[in-house]
């Protein structure tokens, strides 16, 4: 399940001076691919949002 805003890889580089834009877009892949968020297709770009973890049950 999808939670929060979606924003784009270039909205995300902005936060990170430092880093350049194809790293923040290899790391984006590398968190879609671990499922911790989830990536779409909007025209040209890709919007990227955080995923909820799923719901574990525990008993005592």
């Known amino acids: 399940m999808e939670v929060g805003p979606s924003c784009s ?12 834009r194809p790293a923040v877009s290899r790391h984006l892949r590398v968190l879609v691919g671990a499922g911790l968020i989830a990536a ?18 525990f008993t005592s």
């Open 40 to 57: 779409r297709r909007d025209g040209n770009r890709r919007l990227y949002r955080p995923v909820r973890p799923p719901t574990v049950g």
């Open 9 to 20: 890889a270039g909205d995300l580089a902005r936060h990170f001076p430092a880093m350049s």
